[in-house]
């Protein structure tokens, strides 16, 4: 892949930076290209263009808005295979994998252009009372202003379009900031967006591209003429994010702790092995919702967790670019570190290495433990990479406790054919989604989507994030008597 120096989108203009980032494949170490890093007094200038293209954006016709989505779409699906080449190599995410992103990505602006023709209000009688007879109100939903969005490395293309997708939808100005280790894809996304957006009448800075670095960006997220940030990454930058950003709306989306809960009575025990494999170490365990926790009825322990050990040993680890592969390379040395120190510290602490091992720099074969204490940093933390820790409970309340007692509470899964167990988790679970008899990495685009706990806050899910973006706003009016 030809090395590229790309700048950044400032007011309608790509403009050059001080310092340059270098962006290198995880697999192999080669440089992929390169993007100039915006100054602070580029920052100061998309924050003053964000302001002044709200007063036009807010105003626009719904046609518009949609129309620039479907365009922008139009562009990725003729180029996706080109797409979903640069997701694996930017992301090392295996190829397979890589396309069916790109294919949600279409998913998620479709979503995004048909609801913002739902973009509408309610009629409220308020003559409840004899003092309010002949009077009505009525509400619409606002744009809330100009939102920054902060998307991680693994959905460098679908996390971002459900970040924009249902700014742009609603008539929010969006300030993009792309993670340092997989910026290409998000940068060709502004690339189209810029090039439609002109023709539609789009102010200059309705959309804008930021690569820069930390301190640069603070302004994108306290300064008062932002007015919502959407941020997906880990706990500890986002709650201290959520302090910055102070008085205004903010969607986080940190991250969980996944278990799976297969009882006796799952309507197929291999195909919850099939599906609990999978979710553990599909794109190495690298998804916010992967498996990291599988819980087995110690009625079936002895019968599934071979079942389960088949599966697992049957994953492909290698080369993203080969369509068999499921575990590809980790993002970086930081993440290589991370799951050494942990599963050293479990097994130097007890735990029970079942299958695994580290293959090369960066790159692992599933890990499975059990008798993992409750005290290690891989039990208690969230290990996003190709780790599982296998739990035997007694009963579904047991299993149920050993879920909650997790800080985190993204979505968990539950294997059964009694509806009354189901409900009962449901209810109990502490969790933003729970997935019956399939996999907790189970996401449909127009699903809400986020967790409780130190797993965030607000939603995800187009219809669901447009809410968070706008606010309702009421209207009374008196009749004449």
């Known amino acids: 892949m030809a090395k590229r120096k790309l700048m950044n989108l400032v007011n309608g203009e790509w403009v050059a930076g001080e310092d340059t980032l270098t962006v290198t494949n995880p697999w192999d170490g080669k440089e992929l290209g390169r993007l100039e890093m915006a100054t602070a007094r580029q920052v100061s200038s998309a924050l003053r263009a964000a302001a002044k293209a709200f007063d036009k954006t807010r105003k626009m016709a719904v046609h518009q808005r949609a129309e620039l989505l479907l365009r922008v779409r139009e562009r990725i699906w003729g180029k996706q295979e080109e797409i979903a080449q640069l997701i694996c190599a930017e992301a090392g995410k295996p190829i397979t994998f890589a396309r069916g992103e790109v294919k949600r990505g279409l998913e998620t602006l479709l979503l995004s252009a048909e609801e913002s023709r739902r973009l509408n209000g309610e009629y409220l009688p308020l003559d409840v009372q004899p003092r309010s007879e002949g009077y009505q109100g009525f509400t619409r939903r606002v744009p809330r202003g100009p939102a920054t969005t902060l998307w991680p490395f693994n959905f460098p293309l679908n996390l971002l379009?459900?970040?924009?997708?249902?700014?742009?939808?609603?008539?929010?100005?969006?300030?993009?900031?792309?993670?340092?280790?997989?910026?290409?894809?998000?940068?060709?996304?502004?690339?189209?967006?810029?090039?439609?957006?002109?023709?539609?009448?789009?102010?200059?800075?309705?959309?804008?591209?930021?690569?820069?670095?930390?301190?640069?960006?603070?302004?994108?997220?306290?300064?008062?003429?932002?007015?919502?940030?959407?941020?997906?990454?880990?706990?500890?930058?986002?709650?201290?994010?959520?302090?910055?950003?102070?008085?205004?709306?903010?969607?986080?989306?940190?991250?969980?702790?996944?278990?799976?809960?297969?009882?006796?009575?799952?309507?197929?025990?291999?195909?919850?092995?099939?599906?609990?494999?999978?979710?553990?170490?599909?794109?190495?365990?690298?998804v916010c919702i992967s498996v990291q926790r599988v819980m087995v009825n110690r009625r079936i322990w002895d019968s599934w967790v071979p079942l389960f050990l088949s599966e697992v040993k049957k994953i492909k680890t290698g080369n993203p670019r080969d369509e068999k592969v499921v575990v590809g390379p980790l993002i970086d040395d930081s993440a290589d570190q991370r799951i050494r120190s942990w599963v050293d510290e479990a097994v130097d602490k007890g735990a029970k290495l079942l299958t695994g091992s580290r293959r090369c720099k960066r790159v692992y074969t599933p890990h499975v433990l059990q008798n993992v204490k409750n005290t290690t940093q891989l039990y208690c933390g969230e290990v996003f990479g190709p780790v599982a820790v296998l739990e035997p409970y007694s009963s579904l309340s047991d299993a149920v406790r050993l879920t909650n007692r997790s800080r985190y509470g993204l979505q968990s899964a539950v294997f059964t054919r009694d509806i009354n167990k189901a409900l009962a988790a449901w209810r109990d679970v502490e969790v933003g989604g729970l997935i019956i008899n399939d996999f907790p990495m189970f996401r449909v685009d127009i699903m809400p989507y986020g967790g409780v706990k130190d797993s965030g806050f607000g939603r995800e899910g187009v219809r669901y994030a447009i809410e968070e973006y706008t606010e309702p706003r009421l209207m009374v009016v008196r009749s004449k008597q």
């Open 161 to 286: 379009l459900h970040k924009i997708g249902p700014a742009i939808a609603c008539g929010c100005p969006v300030l993009m900031r792309p993670p340092s280790a997989t910026p290409l894809t998000g940068h060709r996304v502004a690339q189209f967006l810029f090039e439609e957006m002109g023709d539609l009448g789009f102010p200059p800075g309705a959309v804008q591209f930021l690569c820069c670095r930390h301190d640069v960006a603070v302004p994108l997220i306290e300064d008062e003429r932002i007015k919502a940030v959407s941020f997906t990454g880990s706990d500890t930058v986002g709650w201290e994010l959520k302090r910055r950003a102070y008085k205004k709306q903010v969607m986080l989306e940190l991250g969980g702790q996944a278990s799976l809960i297969v009882e006796p009575d799952a309507p197929d025990l291999k195909f919850a092995a099939q599906r609990a494999a999978l979710g553990a170490f599909a794109y190495a365990g690298q």
